[in-house]
T-cell receptor, first 113, second 115 residues
Framework: NAGVMQNPRHLVRRRGQEARLRCSPMKGHSHVYWYRQLPEEGLKFMVYLQKENIIDESGMPKERFSAEFPKEGPSILRIQQVVRGDSAAYFC???????????FGPGTRLTVT | GENVEQHPSTLSVQEGDSAVIKCTYSDSASNYFPWYKQELGKGPQLIIDIRSNVGEKKDQRIAVTLNKTAKHFSLHITETQPEDSAVYFCAASKGSGGSNYKLTFGKGTLLTVNP
């Protein structure tokens, strides 16, 4: 019974490159949430998606960040033209529906050099 | 928007003692309050949660209490063990129709249980 899967676990990018982070929700879950965790900070909500729909992206930076959850395949968080301030741990969570608990993946630790 | 304050930021206890972590929230519409445990290099693990229609919930050595009037909730761990050492996060969310997305997290408490 696999939990939430995220890959890669660690990602190093140079400034200006693109970062793609992938998340596969738990089996049977159709709701995906992305959070960002800066050092010494709690997690900050970024975006909430259902299959093929962005429900709430109020926590996403207006530029360079995008997310999708296609009908087939994992959810993708894409960061274009990365800057040093994007270095953080990015966590994905999934739930079975509104009102249900959110279960987190192991995270992707992005380092921008 | 919602704001969650968490105290203390660090907590050191002796094995077998109890540990209490407290959180306050600002939005009276919040109705779901989960607690997560995060070990080094891992993702947050849901350990217990409480909804606004109850005042207390217990699961073995872990309990959570909620005071809606004062807008605060607490995590209680009894008979602590070294493996309880981790960072603990509280969170809050609100919604209509039972929705509870967009968790707002506290900044975390580093709990150290000394053998």
């Amino acid at each position: 019974n696999a939990g939430v899967m995220q890959n890669p676990r660690h990602l190093v990018r140079r400034r200006g490159q693109e970062a793609r982070l992938r998340c596969s929700p738990m089996k049977g879950h159709s709701h995906v949430y992305w959070y960002r965790q800066l050092p010494e900070e709690g997690l900050k909500f970024m975006v909430y998606l259902q299959k093929e729909n962005i429900i709430d992206e109020s926590g996403m930076p207006k530029e360079r960040f995008s997310a999708e959850f296609p009908k087939e395949g994992p959810s993708i968080l894409r960061i274009q033209q990365v800057v040093r301030g994007d270095s953080a741990a990015y966590f994905c969570a999934s739930s079975g529906g509104l009102g249900n608990e959110q279960y987190f993946g192991p995270g992707t630790r992005l380092t921008v050099t | 928007g919602e704001n969650v304050e968490q105290h203390p930021s660090t907590l050191s206890v002796q094995e077998g003692d109890s540990a209490v972590i407290k959180c306050t929230y600002s939005d009276s519409a919040s109705n779901y309050f989960p607690w997560y445990k995060q070990e080094l290099g891992k993702g947050p693990q849901l350990i217990i949660d409480i909804r606004s229609n109850v005042g207390e919930k217990k699961d073995q050595r872990i309990a959570v209490t909620l005071n809606k009037t004062a807008k605060h909730f607490s995590l209680h761990i009894t008979e602590t063990q070294p493996e309880d050492s981790a960072v603990y996060f509280c969170a809050a969310s609100k919604g209509s129709g039972g929705s509870n997305y967009k968790l707002t997290f506290g900044k975390g408490t580093l709990l150290t249980v000394n053998p």
